[in-house]
């Protein structure tokens, strides 16, 4: 065993320091929590463990859940988020909060198998390897019950993933896995936590390409609770990856406001060629409404995607809906008096178009971030 991974010495209060942490990110998930303790507890009968639940306020009372059992065994933990959520910034405030020497992350849906935390931690422990992955794709390992779509499209976001990380993993998509704690200090300064594929993350952010074994396991099927996979986690996928390629030049958060800015200019077209064309209405009116729907659909797309972490809701959403609108009713005088100018000193249309462009882009991204979308 890699010495290490093997602390001997002895708290204040009594016996040895945790050698392994199990850091298990949860939202809604009260009935599995005694649940997992029971399980990981069957599962490394000699591995000094602790649990480290990090809850994003649960309106189920897991977080409460978790404490109750905390006050009767000590290697039970919780780290309870108040105003924030994600489910990777929640695996790194766990792994912060422990002082074990390995970490494990796994989900609180009992679909990861505990039973093979024993022989990752010992793969680990000999110190040639920095990682050790859960791996549905190695032989022994599967998928359970998928459908054939979504094993399709799993595998489709895992070859993209390869193709952004230098470590050559099976399952890089995993969220279930052990690390060194030097391992994930090291990727530490350049993480992004967006998204929910904390691997990925740490795998493209290390400065040395990580040495990875990989321990197979059957995904299985949830029994409590509801899953938290929808349309949207594809989004921060495509954001986590943008910002590993793009994210050391621009803020990823301001490459999905120019996404959403792209969708809102088929929506103005769509909108303006219905009642102008299609209704022979006036050009002036069909201009107005298709810019105010089109608005609309940008501020309501970023409240949901962009800015989801933020998301207005209630009153604060018309607010916020009014606020939008005016940032970039000035961006849109802006865009044309830039535009003007240039052309008048320059005389090339297409390259003072794209310059108002420019600068009421950044001009709404910085706004809206600023009084529309503002942190508390």
């Known amino acids: 065993m890699n010495a290490s991974l093997r602390p001997e010495t002895s708290g204040e209060a009594g016996g040895l320091a945790a050698e392994l942490a199990i850091v298990i990110p949860t939202y809604n998930e009260k009935p599995n929590i005694p649940l997992l303790v029971a399980a990981v507890d069957a599962a490394l009968p000699s591995v000094r463990w602790e649990i480290v639940f990090v809850d994003d306020d649960s309106p189920d009372g897991t977080a409460a859940e978790a404490r109750g059992i905390a006050l009767a065994d000590r290697r039970v933990r919780v780290v309870h988020r108040y105003g924030r959520r994600g489910l990777s910034s929640a695996c790194v405030e766990g792994i912060m909060a422990t002082a074990a020497p390995a970490v494990a992350v796994m989900d609180a849906d009992m679909q990861h198998d505990e039973r093979i935390l024993g022989a990752m931690f010992e793969r680990l422990s000999r110190g040639d390897v920095d990682v050790v992955v859960g791996s549905r794709y190695v032989e022994g390992g599967g998928m359970g019950e998928w459908g054939k779509r979504r094993v399709a499209m799993s595998r489709f976001a895992t070859r993209l993933a390869t193709r952004l990380t230098r470590t050559p993993i099976g399952d890089p998509m995993s969220g279930f896995f052990m690390i060194t704690r030097a391992a994930f200090l090291s990727a530490l300064p350049s993480l992004s936590t967006v998204g929910f594929k904390i691997l990925l993350d740490?795998?493209?952010?290390?400065?040395?390409?990580?040495?990875?074994?990989?321990?197979?396991?059957?995904?299985?099927?949830?029994?409590?609770?509801?899953?938290?996979?929808?349309?949207?986690?594809?989004?921060?996928?495509?954001?986590?990856?943008?910002?590993?390629?793009?994210?050391?030049?621009?803020?990823?958060?301001?490459?999905?406001?120019?996404?959403?800015?792209?969708?809102?200019?088929?929506?103005?077209f769509a909108v303006l060629t219905l009642l102008f064309k299609g209704l022979s209405d006036d050009f002036g009116v069909a201009q107005a409404a298709a810019t105010l729907v089109a608005t609309s659909s940008n501020f309501f797309l970023n409240n949901m995607l962009t800015y989801r972490d933020q998301r207005l809701k209630g009153a604060r959403l018309f607010i916020g809906w009014l606020t939008f609108?005016?940032?970039?009713?000035?961006?849109?005088?802006?865009?044309?008096?830039i535009a003007r100018w240039l052309f008048a000193h320059h005389n090339f249309w297409a390259i003072s178009a794209l310059a108002g462009i420019a600068v009421t882009t950044v001009w709404n991204y910085a706004m809206s971030s600023i009084f529309t979308w503002r942190k508390k």
Request: overall charge neutral; charged content about 15%; some cysteine.
């Open 202 to 268: 740490i795998a493209a952010s290390t400065p040395e390409p990580l040495r990875v074994a990989e321990v197979p396991y059957t995904f299985r099927t949830r029994q409590h609770g509801e899953s938290k996979l929808d349309a949207l986690v594809l989004w921060e996928y495509l954001q986590l990856l943008l910002d590993k390629m793009f994210g050391h030049i621009v803020p990823p958060r301001f490459i999905g406001f120019v996404m959403v800015g792209g969708s809102g200019v088929i929506v103005h």
């Open 325 to 337: 609108n005016l940032v970039c009713g000035i961006g849109a005088l802006t865009n044309v008096g």
